[in-house]
């Protein structure tokens, strides 16, 4: 049940890392671009917190971690936007 969810979860947020590092790299000269960076690195931060404890603590913080990536997620593509907004 829940440790099969967080599994995925944590397989989901290594692929966002990555992808966020990707992204990072692709927009390195432009504003902005430091933000996708540090959503990597929180991605890649929950997904090993995630396989460290589990299967034990996957119930428990499941949630939490799952609306930290969403919400620090919104904020770095929000921000980006920003940027490029600025110039």
């Not at 947020?13 to 540090?38: H, K, N």
Request: no cysteine.
């Amino acid at each position: 049940g829940a440790a099969a969810i967080a599994l995925l979860l944590s397989f989901y947020l290594f692929t966002d890392a990555f992808g966020s590092f990707g992204i990072a790299y692709e927009r390195r000269l432009l504003p902005g671009w430091i933000w996708m960076v540090l959503n990597g690195v929180l991605s890649l931060v929950l997904a090993v917190m995630i396989l460290v404890g589990w299967p034990l603590t996957s119930p428990i913080y499941l949630g939490l971690y799952i609306g930290i990536s969403l919400l620090f997620g919104g904020l770095s593509l929000f921000m980006l936007g920003m940027a490029i907004k600025r110039g």
